[in-house]
């Protein structure tokens, strides 16, 4: 996701963004306007991290990372976190979408937080875990 305040190539965030408790983005491939809660984690995550300038992440040197710098980033703390080498940044936008099917959202409520245009691309992110979501309940119901 790109957000709002800054230019295509950084990845950085600043504290602009947050607006009443939600993080306020516009994304980059399709320009969809998202306000996104605020969530308990992700509070948590940016209060360890060191705030420097207006970026909520960013170098050491406060200013904003490139997108580049931000995969980067997410990479090592992967494999420092131990995880194999098949996780990869995207992989989290999948998982995050995968989570909220296994929790029983509908395809309307995994796109606003998405910003996926079309419900085909939110059932091909969450096919896995609506089917196995939805084999239980069926078999709840015999």
């Known amino acids: 996701m790109r957000f709002i305040s800054t230019p295509a190539r950084e990845a950085g965030m600043t504290r602009a963004d947050l607006v009443d408790g939600e993080l306020h983005v516009i994304q980059q491939k399709h320009g969809a306007e998202l306000y996104l809660p605020f969530v308990r984690e992700l509070q ?40 194999p080498a098949k996780c990869v940044p995207h ?26 245009k079309s419900l085909a691309e939110v059932q091909r992110y969450t096919a896995a875990a609506d089917q196995r979501r939805l084999a239980r309940d069926a078999m709840k119901k015999q």
């Open 44 to 83: 948590q995550a940016l209060a360890a991290y060191p705030a420097k300038g207006l970026h909520l992440i960013g170098r050491e040197d406060g200013r904003p990372m490139t997108r580049q710098g931000l995969t980067k980033f997410m990479k090592e703390a992967a494999k420092a976190a131990g995880l």
């Open 91 to 116: 992989g989290l936008r999948k998982a995050g979408l995968r989570r909220l099917a296994e929790a029983g959202k509908t395809e309307k409520q995994i796109a606003a937080v998405s910003g996926h």
